[in-house]
């Protein structure tokens, strides 16, 4: 199972004929709202790409929609937790060259606690069981201590990208998340190559370049799928969630690497980010068409 504390927002998302620059208004061809949150987007691409997915989060009085949405995507309810905090929103650009600019409210996502931590891990089975985390939500820290503690493995994915968030997470991580920015915002941090760290999985994802693996003892490269791209808002998450649920149910790298850039070349070909996720069987489909 993937246990992902994450974060779970509203999405509200204007089409524009451009990135807005400084003072700029502009008229929005159009209005959406949706589920969204990069933590929220990794559930619904684990759970969509076949693995048992459990998402922990939180949301605020004005929540009963996105609940209602997790449900709908078929995720289970009972790793949410109902707080005081208005919910987490993210309000979303998207030009006519499918680029994104997002401005993000953490609210309640910001209102974890450690015994809703505790809870959760107390089930944990660490022979199985993956946590997944990002820096979107407060104590992440702590939560990859506690699960360390209990010998399950850590999945982190550091975005947004903070070194200071990032720096401290690494003694207590297996997995490491980043895009080619964050890695390289990550090495003049440390100093030194992150590749040095000795990580037992390191994933660096280069949007259209494809992404790499590296592993203790091996690397692994996997080329993007050309595809004529309509929306890439949630294509990093699509990406972590399809390789972790893969990964999980085959713990075959290579085939993991593989299905996450089907899963993800898919999804931008679509509008939104959750809604935008393919099922399983799309993407098998897709690779199938494409070996």
């Keep these: 199972m993937i246990l992902n504390f994450g974060s779970i927002n509203l999405d509200l998302v204007y089409r524009v004929p451009h990135l807005p620059s400084a003072g700029e208004t502009l008229a929005s061809a159009s209005f959406e709202k949706y589920l969204g949150g990069k933590g929220i987007n990794q559930s619904i691409a684990a759970h969509r790409a076949g693995a048992q997915t459990l998402h922990i989060g939180c949301l605020g009085p004005d929540g009963d929609w996105l609940r209602d949405q997790i449900a709908d995507f078929g995720l289970p309810l009972d790793g949410l937790q109902s707080v005081d905090t208005p919910t987490g929103h993210a309000v979303i650009f998207v030009d006519d060259a499918a680029e994104n600019q997002i401005v993000l409210f953490g609210g309640s996502n910001h209102a974890f606690t450690r015994s809703q931590f505790d809870a959760v891990l107390a089930k944990a089975d660490p022979a199985s069981d993956w946590v ?160």
């Design 132 to 291: 997944l985390c990002q820096n979107e939500t407060n104590a992440v820290p702590e939560l990859a201590k506690a699960a360390k503690a209990k010998g399950l493995r850590v999945a982190y994915s550091a975005a947004p990208f903070d070194a200071d968030h990032a720096v401290p997470m690494l003694d207590h991580i297996d997995l490491l998340a980043v895009n080619e920015g964050e890695a390289a915002a990550l090495q003049t941090a440390l100093g030194k190559d992150p590749r040095s760290l000795g990580l037992p999985f390191l994933l660096v994802t280069k949007g259209s370049k494809g992404a790499d693996l590296f592993t203790a003892t091996d690397s692994y490269s996997q080329t993007s799928f050309a595809v004529d791209p309509v929306d890439t808002t949630g294509a990093g998450d699509t990406f972590l969630g399809a390789f972790m649920a893969e990964f999980t149910l085959s713990n075959d790298p290579a085939k993991a690497l593989r299905f996450a850039a089907a899963a993800s070349a898919i999804q931008v070909t679509r509008a939104g980010a959750a809604p935008a996720i393919p099922m399983r069987d799309t993407v098998l489909e897709f690779l199938k068409d494409h070996s």
